[in-house]
């Protein structure tokens, strides 16, 4: 008996991890992973209403025009849509060089 209980300390135990770089380095490619989703669903949301935005500037215009042109002339939204589709790019494209460069950082990938 006491060489079976001797023999189970080295068998997997799922509440201590066997290796504590790949843990933290699943860990961080998790969080990446989490934030590549995140700003990925924020680009797909900025492309849908870019889609629409010239007929809501349009229609934007048109309520100021008949209410007499009181107020500010309305802003076009095509241009900050435009700048944040650039900047979710710009988010993609820094979230998936920061995967690349830990897993290179790791060894996993040359």
């Known amino acids: 008996m006491a060489e079976y209980e001797q023999a189970s300390r080295f ?4 509440r201590r991890p066997l290796w504590p770089q790949l843990a933290a380095f699943d860990s961080r490619l998790d ?22 935005v ?8 048109a309520e100021w ?3 007499g042109r009181q107020g500010d002339k309305p802003k076009p939204e095509r241009p900050v849509i435009e700048r944040r589709i650039a900047e979710g790019e710009r988010g993609i494209e820094g979230v ?15």
């Open 11 to 14: 068998r997997l135990n799922p």
């Open 31 to 52: 969080e990446l992973t989490a934030r590549h989703r995140e700003v990925a669903a924020a680009l797909d949301a900025d492309r849908a209403a870019l889609r629409s």
């Open 54 to 61: 010239d007929r809501r500037d349009a229609g934007t215009l």
């Open 65 to 67: 025009e008949l209410a």
């Open 96 to 110: 998936r060089s920061a995967m690349g460069r830990r897993a290179r950082r790791e060894g996993c990938v040359r």
